[in-house]
């Protein structure tokens, strides 16, 4: 099975588990799909506090139920559920992954779907996939390199 890295933007990454389409939407949205599977996420970016410095990881973690776990540059909640769904063969009862990661005036929040039964494999593999990079972290890193 092939992966795929996608860098996304304001620091975050993931990596696809197997081929898939993907694409910015108009929105500033990202999207990706395959056959089976569908993600839809959106990054939020903040300046700091209102009166100066950085909002934490978990100030960006809005309140949420769900299983916490820590990841590379960023902590994350992740639940799942399932409702019906518009899909373009009518509604469906699609099993849904939520996930949100937050990070140093940054938040990831993605959510993964596929038609029932879930495919908890897939889904877990893509938010265990999802990574942060401080701004600093990579501008060191270009530095680094000279």
Known sequence: ????????WAGWSLTLPN??????????????????????????EVGGHQGGGDMSPTEMLAPSSGREVNLDGAIA??????????TAD??????WTRFTAGATNTV?????????????SWHESLWRSVRHSSPASRRFGFLSRR
């Open 19 to 44: 081929p898939c389409q993907h694409t910015r939407n108009t929105d500033g949205s990202w999207s990706a799909w395959d056959t089976t599977h569908v993600v839809d996420l959106s990054i939020i």
């Open 108 to 120: 990831l929040i993605m959510s993964i779907g596929n038609t029932e039964p879930l495919d908890a």
């Open 1 to 8: 099975m092939s992966v795929e890295l996608v860098e996304l």
């Open 90 to 95: 009518g509604s469906k009862s699609v099993a």
């Open 77 to 86: 909640r992740v639940s799942s559920d399932i409702e019906m769904t518009d």
